[in-house]
């Protein structure tokens, strides 16, 4: 259902849509660096909290009276990495409990010394991780194509609008220190209604 009221709001939510996938995509190549297991779920983490920050104020925009066909499909492809990249931030933390001694799953699967064998997972968490790496690359063509597309649309003060929130956004999230936590409810909880096709 589209919300004329939202409509004046639309160039300040595809700004903050456009600026919050900027910086996941920024965060998540971080992602790809080899470095401790701690440091690269926080990044993953982050990363997460933002391309739901992206799905949420693309929707909001989305859901105005004026919209490209583009951005349902866009916004879709957007909640799939979501989805992806939550996938294999469970998958890399179950691995890496498997492998701590410390660990629950660890002590259950070697209790009284059953289970000598290395537990682990038909595609890991690396090649996991390289899969959303893949489609993140997959995505910034048609980002650009959508984002030049819709700023041509937008009359002159809808366009200033765009510019100083995306602006004020990038500028924020550049000095941000501590980002906010993500949690999976977050996530799924109103993303899951989104329908394919």
């Known amino acids: 259902m589209k919300n004329k009221h939202c409509d004046t709001n639309r160039p300040v939510h595809l700004a903050r849509q456009d600026a919050f996938l900027e910086k996941a995509t920024e965060v998540f190549r971080a992602c790809l660096a ?49 989805f992806d990249l939550y996938s294999v931030r469970v998958i890399m933390e179950n691995e ?23 537990v682990s997972f038909a595609r890991g968490g690396e090649q996991l991780l390289k899969d959303v790496a893949h489609l993140f690359g997959m995505v910034e063509a048609p ?15 809808d366009r200033e609008r765009y510019l100083r929130a995306y602006d004020g956004l990038k500028r924020h999230l550049q000095t ?3 980002p906010r936590g993500f949690t999976p409810g977050r996530i799924f909880s109103p993303t899951l209604e989104m329908k394919y096709g």
């Open 34 to 82: 080899d470095a401790p297991y701690k440091q690269r779920a926080q990044q993953i983490d982050i990363t997460l909290d933002y391309l739901q920050s992206a799905v949420e104020h693309g929707t909001l925009a989305a859901n105005t009276s004026h919209t490209s066909p583009l951005e349902a499909p866009f916004l879709l492809f957007i909640r799939m990495v979501l």
């Open 96 to 118: 890496h409990a498997l492998k701590d001694r410390k660990s629950p799953l660890w002590q259950f699967l070697h209790r009284n010394g059953k289970a000598n064998e290395i």
């Open 143 to 157: 980002f650009r194509d959508i984002q030049k597309t819709l700023a041509e649309g937008m009359n002159a003060n």
């Open 176 to 178: 941000k220190t501590r």
